[in-house]
C-alpha cells in the first residue's frame, strides 16, 4: 500500500528517485551550495552556462568539484539568454565543455525585470535544439496551449512557471497548470515562483511530475534545513496526488458537495 | 544545520517527535486502521468515546488491540457531546476506562451539521475539566479570543478548526491561525478541515505546533499513502517554518516588496 | 426584468433602501464626513458615542450637524467598550442622548490589537439589552454558531466581521460568511474587514443583506469617490445575488463542472 | 471630488463613457440580446462575423437591428478561428459586410476544449491586420511579455483572459494582470473568464480599462439584472481604482503592514 517502489521521474530515458530538481545560485559559498543540494537529494542539478565556471576559466574554482558529474546528472541553462541565438549558442558550448553532454535546460527571456519566457523566441530555439540532437528541458509560461506545442516539438520536458522566477508567490494559476498536466505525454515540471515546501506540495499534487528551485532554498534563512523542507514536501505532494484525496464538501454530515460554490 | 534533535513537540509535560496527530473513525477494518496509523507515525491517537469501544463492551472488538496504550498517547475524545455536561461527562468515563488517565481533548459541538464547536459551552466544559484535574485539549473555532481564553484556563493545547471537521478544505482563514500562533503560550494544534498534505505544511509553516486530522486520511482513496503523504507534509511544513522562508515578492530583479498589494 | 422596487433592507420594522451603512471615524474634517457619507448613499449611519459629540459636549461641534437625525437613522455604537457592562451603559447614554432611541450597534472588543469582539460577553450584553427593550445590531466573529445564538436572543440584525476591523483584508472565510447567511432569518451585515468596493461586492454576492465600513472609505485617497465606489459596489453585489450567477465550471466548451477541483 | 468627468475609455480614437463591452451570443431570444445589452451600458458591442447574420443571409434575422450600429460601436470577432489565415480573413469579410468598418477583436483560438489563444498564431495575424489598416483589438494569454508585443505591434487594445472563455472562474493571475497594466500604453480589457459582478470589479481595481464578457451575464438566471450588476461592477471597480484604496494591513491600532505575509 505504500508508494510503489517503480515511482520514478523518466527524463530523456533516464530515471530518477527524486522528483525536485535544484539550481546551484545565490548560495553563500561552495561549503553551503553542496550541503543544500545534498540535504535536497537533488539527483538532477541546473547550471547557468553563463554565470558559472564548469571549465570555461581554468584557474577558478569549479562548480562540478561540488556537484560531481557521477553522482548527479547537470542540467546546463541557459539562463540570461533574451535570444534564441544566444540560447543555442550557449547550449552548444555546454555541449562541447560536457563532452558531448545533450541534456539542457533551455530558457529564452522576455525582460529582466519580470523574467519571464519570451514565448515565440523559446519555441525557435526548442526547434532548433531538437533538430540539433539536445535532450531539451524547456523553461515557459504556463499557457496549456503552448506547453503542447513545446512537446509536439519534441522537448523531453517542459516546465512551466508558478510565478515569476525568484518571487516565491507559489503557484499562480492552478487551472493552468492542471490543465497542462492533463494534456501532457512528456514529465511537466513546475520551474519558477514556489517560495516555501507546501507550494512545492501544491504542485505535486496538481500532478506534476517534478519541481525545479533555486531561490526557495539558497534565500531561506537556513537553506540546508530548506533544502530537506522541500524533499519532503515535494515528496508529500506526490504521495497525496497518488494516495487520491478525499473530496471537498462544505460538511461531513450531509451530502454536502461543493460545484464550485465559492471559487 | 538541521531540524535540531530537540524540536519536539510538549503536551501536558511529554515529549513527541510526531507533531501529526490522528483519528481512528471511517477506516474500513482495524487492519487499515492499524496500517495507516502506523505510515502516519503518530505517537498521539484520539478516540471518540461515545462511538469506540475500548472496554466498555467486553465481547466486541477493542481499539486498544490496534491501538496499544504502551505505543500510543490515547487522546480520548468528546465526539458526539452537544452540551457541557455530556462532555465531562464523557471524560470521566474515560478516564475510569482507561486508570485514571488524565489528558483528553474536549468538543462540545454547536449543531450537527456545521460540527463547529459551541464555544460558550467549550468554555464551560473547559473550566470544569482543568478544575477536576484533567489535562484538556480543546477544539475550539478559530476566533484568537477564545483561543487566549483557553489557554488562560489552564487547557495544555488549544485546536482550532481549519474549516468544518470532515469537510477537507483546508485552512479557510491563515491570519486567524497566525494571530492564535502569535499569542500562544501552548501547543496550537490545527483540529479539523485539512483535506491534503499540502494544507498540513501550511499549518505547519504558519506556526502550528501540530495537526490533527482523520477524515483526510481515512477517506483518500489509499489510506496508508496517504498517512505517509500527511507524515512528510507536517515534516516538510514544519522544517520551512524552522528554516525561515525567503520573502514573497513580485520580481526577482528589482526592489518588490509585496506590500499586500493582491492579497 | 429589473431588481423589484421592492428589495428594501428591513431592520427593526423600517425599511431602507440602501444596504451600505457607514461609520464617521476618521475623516479629516466634518465637511468630508458629510460629503463622503452622501456619496455613499448610506440611510444607517453608525456612531461611536465614547468618541463622538452628539449633545453630551455642549459647546463642542456636534456630529448631528452634519448627519441629520430627520434623514439618516444613526446607529449608536459602543465602540471602545471591552466588557458586557460598559457597552450596556454606553447604550443606555446614548438612549438618553438621542430621547429614547432604541436601535444600537453592540460592540464588545476582546482586545485592542485585533479588536475581535468578546463573545461570550457579547452574549451577555445583547441578552441584557435586548430584554432592556434595545434593538441590538450585533458585530460578532464570524462564528455561525453564535450568530444564530444571537439571532435567537433577539437581535435584530447580526453583524460578522469580514476580517479584523481596519484591516481592509477582505472576506477572510467565504464559507463562513454563506453558513451563516443560510442559517438566518435575521439581516447579517458583513462589519468590519471590507477594504475596496469588490470587497463588499463579494459580501453581498454571498447573500448578506448590508455591508458596514468605515475604514475603507475614510481612509482611501479620495473618501468621497470611494464611498460612490462602494454603493456602486453593494448594489452590484446584490444584483448579481439576486440575478442569480452562471455557474463555475473549467471550460465553456465541454461538461467540465469544478467539483472543488481546485478550491 | 466625483469622478471626473473625462474619465473615459479611448479606444482608436474614439470615447467611450462606458467601460463594459458585451458579446451578443447565448441569449434566449433577440428581444432578451436587446434588454440585457441596453442594461448593460455597453456602448461596444462584440459580434461573432461567423455565427452571426450582420446581413450575410439577407433573409434572416439580422443582430444589426437589435444593436444599431448608429447607436453601437460594432466590434466584430474572430471567434471560431484557428489560425491566423481565417482569422485575417474574417476580418476582412466583415469589413466588407460593415462598410469598410476598421475596428475589429482578433482571436486566434489553440483548441476547442480550453479555448485558449494560440499566440504565435495571433501574433502573426495582428502585424497582418495592422498593416492592412484594421484597429486591432487583440485577445491572449496574460503572458505580460505577449501583450507587450502585441501592443508594440500596434493592437489598440490589448485584451488578456481572466480564465477560460466561458468558464466564470474570474481572474486566475492578478499579479499578471497588474503586470501587463502597468507595462502598457494602451488600454487592457480583461476579455474572458469574468463569473459575477466582483470579478469585473477586481479586473477594474488592478488598473485595467475595461472588461469584456458574454457568457456572465446570458447565463445568469436573470441576464437582464446581471447585466446591470456588470455595470454597477466596473463602475465601481473603476472608481476605486481612481480613488485609491486604502492599505492592506493585518490590524488597524498597530503599525502592522502585511509584506506579503499570507499570499
Request: glycine share 8%.
Given at each position: 500500500?505504500?508508494?510503489?517502489?517503480?515511482?520514478?521521474?523518466?527524463?530523456?530515458?533516464?530515471?530518477?528517485?527524486?522528483?525536485?530538481?535544484?539550481?546551484?545560485?545565490?548560495?553563500?559559498?561552495?561549503?553551503?551550495?553542496?550541503?543544500?543540494?545534498?540535504?535536497?537529494?537533488?539527483?538532477?542539478?541546473?547550471?547557468?552556462?553563463?554565470?558559472?565556471?564548469?571549465?570555461?576559466?581554468?584557474?577558478?574554482?569549479?562548480?562540478?568539484?561540488?556537484i560531481?558529474?557521477?553522482?548527479?546528472?547537470?542540467?546546463?541553462?541557459?539562463?540570461?539568454?533574451?535570444?534564441?541565438?544566444?540560447?543555442?549558442?550557449?547550449?552548444?558550448?555546454?555541449?562541447?565543455?560536457?563532452?558531448?553532454?545533450?541534456?539542457?535546460?533551455?530558457?529564452?527571456?522576455?525582460?529582466a525585470?519580470?523574467?519571464?519566457?519570451?514565448?515565440?523566441?523559446?519555441?525557435?530555439?526548442?526547434?532548433?535544439?531538437?533538430?540539433?540532437?539536445?535532450?531539451?528541458?524547456?523553461?515557459?509560461?504556463?499557457?496549456?496551449?503552448?506547453?503542447?506545442?513545446?512537446?509536439?516539438?519534441?522537448?523531453v520536458?517542459?516546465?512551466?512557471?508558478?510565478a515569476?522566477?525568484?518571487?516565491?508567490?507559489g503557484?499562480?494559476?492552478?487551472?493552468?497548470?492542471?490543465?497542462?498536466?492533463?494534456?501532457?505525454?512528456?514529465?511537466i515540471?513546475?520551474?519558477?515562483?514556489?517560495?516555501?515546501?507546501?507550494?512545492?506540495?501544491?504542485?505535486m499534487?496538481?500532478?506534476?511530475?517534478?519541481v525545479l528551485?533555486?531561490?526557495?532554498?539558497?534565500?531561506?534563512?537556513?537553506?540546508?534545513?530548506?533544502?530537506?523542507?522541500?524533499?519532503?514536501?515535494?515528496?508529500?505532494?506526490?504521495?497525496?496526488?497518488?494516495?487520491?484525496?478525499?473530496?471537498?464538501?462544505?460538511?461531513?454530515?450531509?451530502?454536502?458537495?461543493?460545484d464550485?460554490?465559492?471559487?
Open positions: 500500500m505504500q508508494t510503489p517502489v517503480q515511482d520514478s521521474l523518466l527524463i530523456a530515458g533516464k530515471s530518477y528517485r527524486s522528483r525536485l530538481l535544484v539550481g546551484t545560485g545565490k548560495y553563500k559559498d561552495m561549503a553551503e551550495t553542496r550541503a543544500a543540494i545534498e540535504a535536497s537529494g537533488a539527483e538532477i542539478v541546473t547550471v547557468a552556462i553563463r554565470r558559472t565556471n564548469i571549465g570555461q576559466n581554468p584557474g577558478e574554482p569549479n562548480l562540478l568539484d561540488v560531481p558529474p557521477d553522482r548527479y546528472t547537470l542540467l546546463p541553462n541557459t539562463a540570461g539568454c533574451y535570444t534564441a541565438e544566444d540560447a543555442v549558442r550557449t547550449c552548444r558550448l555546454a555541449r562541447e565543455l560536457l563532452d558531448g553532454h545533450k541534456l539542457v535546460k533551455l530558457e529564452v527571456l522576455g525582460d525585470k519580470t523574467l519571464y519566457p519570451d514565448v515565440p523566441a523559446t519555441l525557435k530555439a526548442a526547434e532548433i535544439l531538437v533538430k540539433d540532437g539536445f535532450d531539451v528541458m524547456v523553461y515557459t509560461s504556463d499557457d496549456p496551449i503552448i506547453c503542447k506545442r513545446l512537446e509536439e516539438i519534441g522537448c520536458a517542459v516546465m512551466p512557471l508558478a515569476p522566477i525568484g518571487s516565491g508567490l503557484i499562480q494559476n492552478r487551472y493552468n497548470i492542471l490543465t497542462i498536466v492533463e494534456n501532457a505525454r512528456v514529465p515540471i513546475v520551474d519558477a515562483g514556489v517560495g516555501t515546501a507546501s507550494d512545492a506540495a501544491i504542485a499534487e496538481l500532478g506534476c511530475h517534478g528551485m533555486n531561490t526557495a532554498i539558497a534565500e531561506a534563512k537556513n537553506p540546508v534545513l530548506m533544502a530537506s523542507a522541500m524533499k519532503k514536501g515535494v515528496e508529500a505532494g506526490r504521495e497525496a496526488f497518488l494516495a487520491g484525496r478525499m473530496p471537498r464538501r462544505r460538511f461531513a454530515s450531509a451530502s454536502s458537495p461543493l464550485g460554490v465559492i471559487a
